[in-house]
């Protein structure tokens, strides 16, 4: 577990995080596109961040359920 | 009721006559403050599923406390002001769980040190095979060597006794400051342990660990909980939070779009609020501290458990398979009559009982030379050209082998019976109505004879342990077994039982009758727990699912056992066994309380926030504000934790129920109370925070 962890701070969470800030670079401007005007460039990054997060959030509690003894 | 049972319905009793080792508390709450802090490492709140979550929440309310419109436009009032609060009690819910934990670890740290203290690099003595003697550290000797240690030296390492016979201090470990005697070729006396010291004479032990893999070292892993794994139960826990985090994310992530389609938005900081007061995070935040805490309860009895499972286990034990001697009876049987058969007299009984007893050292053997000395026999043989024969399992015998040919036995009736057959005696009749008689007290028969003729019967007494019987009524209450083996005969082991109260024993066994006992039982699905100290225990202490071994006992016990007991008190399995009940009861409680405590907070705080959208009415408990209402909420979740803290590390009240006896009362007291204590408390809370002006 250990190992683990230690692997996924080192070499996955730096790709992950530059996936991430990509793909909400990418989504954004949708986003921005079916909110009109009520939003600002910056808002609709934030809102595409912390909706990334809540997705990866919900990924990271499937792992802990379906593979538990990892934690 | 006597006060030994008293003790045992408010918590486990400890043995009176018993120190325990000093462990040092002392900056133990300072120590936990920091470690408070230091948790807040993402690496280690990850481990938590729970808690990261309020870990994340917390990052995203200070992001919104620094610019409140990060998410769009916001609609609260004072905004920076309420983000701010939210973030700050949010943390503080982070710290206490961590304190909590911090708190549980540190106890066993301290624990730990106690033990580093005993432990230090010392010279010792290391003998070559040509019998010379060099000097070297302790670090270096490895399995196998031999070493000589003399009186006041601390012994380097782990080992067994090859020769010599000397007195060792193991208060270091045992915090039992009376000496023990060591010496080789016996099961209990013969392993000695590094960081001991010897009083008097000197031994030559064979080094049986490497450094760094002795019984101290092990103990010190084990305390610290470096090898702390989670436990089956503690793995299904997580589960269960889990899942119910996943369902609340999910529901508050959603919740944002129908908020606003209900004309009544609510900003990011409420939701976030609103998740991590409908997560389980009074129990998320306990959970690792209720499994240090167990096994930090065992520790303090003076057992060490190699794991969390080994502690969990004792609470799920539906079996415990006691030793006769020295569990449910004082260990030390006395001679208390001679009944001579055969037409002999009882100064002749007492004459050959006397030089069947004159090599045996156990306390039996001393009563008998005793009692005979006092029926007027006498020793008239000469002791160095006598030969004694010591008592095994296989024989059931012991006795002397005088010069003439003459063989004096004394034993169990059926072993000595058929020792005179081998030798064309015959068995008087009157030996088996003697043997009954005996039995039917309740003692133990042993068979005299010399040669092929039989001079009588000893009446060993057997004194049951007071309270014993009151002890095995609240085990069979929670609904566990108690089997006791005893190598005596049928009827002495039903007399026995009868008066202790065992629930079943296993009459004549042999310590290989253990094994075949545990597997029967485990066969029926049963969970077992036995203590044992020799080598010949080891099996059987491997095959149970609670092994308890004596610290007396061989290395091989003590490797065999999942759990060592230092002051080597058999009769403290049934005090371990309430130990893991108690550990599974606590989390069992905190589990329903956090759970029902969720629900209340659900009811107590959605009316308030979605007011805007109709339901306002259903505020039942009148919180003044939606802003209120979600701090409200979020202080008493934060504050449960440091609440309970004290419930979770010295466990809740423990009660000899059955398990759905023990259902009813945590769902009552736990379940009701979870959800009541909520609602008034954060109506509380509500009326002061809105008086101070805080919302």
Known sequence: MQETLSRFWQKRLPRALLLSLLMAVTIAPAVQAATGISLDRGQTFAIVLLGMTTLALSIYLFVVIFQPERF | MNSQITTLQSEPPRSPDRKGRQVSTKGLYQRAVKQAFLKLDPRVQLRNPVMFLVWIGTIVTALVTVNPNLFGNATDKNPMVFNGLITLIL?????????????????????????????????????????????????????????????????????????????????????????????????????????????????????????????????????????????????????????????????????????????????????????????????????????????????????????????????????????????????????????????????????????????????????????????????????????????????????????????????????????????????????????????????????????????????????????????????????IRTVMLTGDNRITASVIAAEAGVDDFVAEATPEDKIEVIRAEQAKGKLVAMTGDGTNDAPALAQANVGVAMNSGTQAAKEAANMVDLDSDPTKLIDIVTIGKQLLITRGALTTFSIANDIAKYFAIIPAIFAGAGIGQLNVMGLASMQSAVLSALIYNALIIPALIPLALKGVKFRPLTANQLLSRNILVYGLGGVVAPFIAIKIIDIAVTAVGLA
């Open chain 2, 91 to 479: 943390l503080f819910t982070l710290l206490f769980a961590n304190f909590a934990e911090a708190v549980a670890e540190g106890r066993g740290k301290a624990q730990a040190d106690s033990l580093r203290a005993t432990k230090s690099d010392s010279i010792a003595r290391k003998l070559s095979p040509n019998g010379s003697i060099q000097e070297v550290s302790s670090t270096a000797l490895r399995k196998g060597d031999l070493i000589k240690v003399i009186a006041g030296d601390v012994i380097p390492a782990d080992g067994e006794v090859t020769e010599g016979l000397a007195s060792v201090d193991e208060s270091a470990i045992t915090g039992e400051s009376a000496p023990v005697l060591k010496q080789p070729g016996t099961d209990i006396a013969s392993s000695v342990t590094g960081g001991t010291r010897i009083l008097s004479d000197e031994l030559v032990i064979r080094v049986t660990a490497d450094p760094g893999k002795g019984f101290i070292d092990r103990m010190i892993a084990l305390v610290e909980g470096a090898e702390r794994s989670k436990t089956p139960n503690e793995i299904a826990l997580t589960v269960l939070l889990a899942v119910l985090t996943q369902v609340f994310l999910i529901v508050i992530a959603t919740l944002l779009p129908i908020a606003q389609y209900a004309q009544s938005p609510v900003s990011v900081a409420v939701l976030i609020a609103l998740l991590v007061a409908l997560i389980p995070t009074t129990i998320g935040g306990l959970l690792s501290a209720i499994g240090i805490a167990g096994m930090d309860r065992v520790a303090q009895f003076n057992v060490i458990a190699t794991s969390g499972r080994a502690v969990e286990a004792c609470g799920d034990i539906s079996t415990l398979i006691l030793d006769k001697t020295g569990t449910i009876t004082l260990g030390n049987r006395l001679a208390e009559e001679f009944i001579p058969v055969n037409g002999h007299s009882l100064k002749e009984l007492a004459q050959v009982a006397l030089n069947a007893s004159i090599f045996d050292e156990t306390p039996e053997g001393k009563s008998i030379v005793i009692l005979a000395e006092k029926l007027g026999a006498s020793l008239t043989i000469d002791r160095s050209v006598a030969i004694g024969l010591e008592f095994s399992a296989r024989t059931r015998m012991s006795g002397t082998d005088l010069p003439n040919n003459i063989e004096v036995r004394k034993g169990a009736v059926d072993a000595v019976k058929g020792f005179v057959r081998s030798r064309s005696g015959k068995i008087p009749d009157e030996l088996d109505t003697q043997y009954e008689s005996v039995s039917r007290l309740g003692g133990t028969p042993l068979a005299v004879c010399q040669n092929n003729d039989i001079y009588g019967v000893i009446y060993l007494k057997d004194i049951i342990k007071p309270g014993i019987k009151e002890r095995f009524d609240q085990l069979r209450r929670m609904g």
